[in-house]
Nanobody
Framework: QVQLVESGGGLVQAGGSLRLSCAAS????????MGWFRQAPGKEREFVSA????????YYADSEKGRFTVSRDNAKNTMYLQMNRLKPEDTAVYYC????????????????????WGQGTQVTVSS
C-alpha cells in the first residue's frame, strides 16, 4: 500500500508559478512510476505529466509542454510539478498517482494504469 499526499496548491494570478509536491509513504517509492492528473469542475480527470521510476523519462500533455516540469527525488520519496506561466484554464484539483506495473509509454497517460492516488490539491488561477 502506498499513501500519497499532495501539497503546494493555492491561488495565483495568470502568468504566475506554483510548485506542487507529492509525498509518498508506505512502500518503496522508487519502484513506482508517478503521474500528475487534474480535474476541473464538470470535466473528466485528465493527464498532466508523468515520470518513470528512474526519472529517465518524462511525459507531458501537449498543453503543458514548455510550461510544466515534473521531477522526483527518490531519496525523499517525493515527486514535484513545477508549473510556470499558469493560465486560468489550468484551474483544477491536481492529483498525484503511483503505478507499479507501468512499462509501456502509452500507459503513463492512462489513469486506470495507476494503482494509488492522493486526495488532490486545489490550484486556482485568476485572470
Amino acid at each position: 500500500q502506498v499513501q500519497l499526499v499532495e501539497s503546494g496548491g493555492g491561488l495565483v494570478q495568470a502568468g504566475g508559478s506554483l510548485r506542487l509536491s507529492c509525498a509518498a509513504s508506505g512502500h518503496t517509492f522508487n519502484n513506482y512510476a508517478m503521474g500528475w492528473f487534474r480535474q476541473a469542475p464538470g470535466k473528466e480527470r485528465e493527464f498532466v505529466s508523468a515520470i518513470s521510476w528512474s526519472s529517465g523519462t518524462t511525459y507531458y500533455a501537449d498543453s503543458e509542454k514548455g510550461r510544466f516540469t515534473v521531477s522526483r527525488d527518490n531519496a525523499k520519496n517525493t515527486m514535484y510539478l513545477q508549473m510556470n506561466r499558469l493560465k486560468p484554464e489550468d484551474t483544477a484539483v491536481y492529483y498525484c498517482a503511483a503505478g507499479e506495473g507501468i512499462t509501456y509509454s502509452s500507459a503513463y497517460y492512462y489513469a486506470p494504469a495507476y494503482d494509488y492516488w492522493g486526495q488532490g490539491t486545489q490550484v486556482t488561477v485568476s485572470s
